[in-house]
């Protein structure tokens, strides 16, 4: 039986990043505007690396195309699911993502990007961007046409703890002051929308792709409403966010003794808080892991807070 295979962070410098990867995880990270921790990667702009046992070396990319068995053999031409922490210390670009079929057709065949969000911590007055309020697609031009993005833009306040599913076709922005452990499809295909007439760090305004944009923005904007249902076992307190076609996403709160039963192709595994064992691996804060096809009974033991993740 292959052991759980734990993974090596990439790290992403973003124009509105900072340095809470590090001061929060105790993360190695490269630069004071750190924006973005890929944890659990097979994408081809980062794929992390297995840092235990007889695979260690390889990227998940790798045994993706060597080893498809670790994933009950699904088939895929790249690991469908890519796990992130994002450090907003200043706004995101305000953007939308393609479905699988626009992306399929405009971005050389790749996945489209449908995602959710878990607020890890956040500044008190913290808020993000969830949606529009244009109700037809001519109301919704003729508003980005005329800049006018405090109507447009539909604002959300937020605090930790606080969980939203984004499909694909969504208008968002993730806005500063904000940690976010986000699950999404493998995609790195971003439309933004509007950058706040931002320069980057050669004086240039950033690149915007506002006629994509419109092309797949959803109008008018259904938000989906998310009800988490809650389980409580001896040790450990269940919350199922989300169980749609592109993803499964399960908190797990533990205080002691407890087991998983591994039943997915593979599971993901990130360690919010705490720490504790899991199978004969000691865990802590910040530690991601993918748990592979056929593990069977995943034994945990501790204080602390686990986010799940599969198909």
């Known amino acids: 039986m292959t052991d759980i295979l734990f993974l090596e962070p990439e790290f992403k410098d973003r124009i509105w990043g900072g340095t809470r990867l590090h001061d929060v995880y105790g993360y190695d990270i490269p630069t004071s505007t750190t924006g973005e921790c890929w944890a659990i990667s097979g994408h081809e702009a980062g794929p992390t690396k297995v840092k235990n046992g007889e695979f260690a070396g390889k990227t998940i990319a790798d045994l993706w195309q060597t080893n498809r068995e670790l994933f009950g053999g699904i088939s895929g031409s790249e690991f469908p699911l890519l796990i992130k922490i994002l450090d907003a210390k200043a706004d995101l670009s305000v953007q939308v993502h393609p479905d699988d079929a626009y992306a399929n057709a405009h971005e050389n065949g790749g996945l489209g990007k449908t995602e959710c969000w878990y ?3 956040c500044d008190e007055d913290a808020h993000i961007i969830y949606g529009h309020n244009a109700q037809t697609r001519a109301q919704f031009e003729t508003m980005i046409e005329k ?27 993730i806005c500063k002051g904000t940690l976010i452990l986000e699950t999404q499809q493998s995609s790195d295909t971003t439309y933004r929308l509007y950058d706040y007439d931002r320069l980057d760090d050669q004086g240039n305004p950033r690149e915007l792709h506002v006629a994509k944009s419109i092309d797949v923005t959803k109008v008018p904007q259904d938000l989906p409403k998310i009800t988490p249902s809650v389980e409580t076992f001896d040790n450990a307190v269940k919350t199922t966010y989300v169980h749609s076609e592109f993803f499964t996403v399960e908190k797990y709160k533990i205080t002691g003794p407890f087991a998983i039963e591994q039943t997915h ?23 991601h892991l993918l748990v592979p096809a ?18």
Request: proline letters at 4%; zero cysteines.
């Open 119 to 121: 607020i890890l911590d």
């Open 265 to 287: 192709p593979f599971l993901n595994v990130s360690i919010l808080d705490g720490s504790g064992t899991i199978g004969e691996h000691q865990v802590q804060k910040g530690d």
């Open 294 to 311: 056929g593990f069977g009974t995943i034994a945990i033991d501790g204080n602390m807070t686990i986010m799940t993740s599969h198909l």
């Open 147 to 173: 800049g006018l993005w405090d109507a447009l833009l539909h604002k959300v306040s937020v605090k930790p703890g606080d969980f939203f599913y984004v499909p694909a076709g969504t208008v968002h922005a």
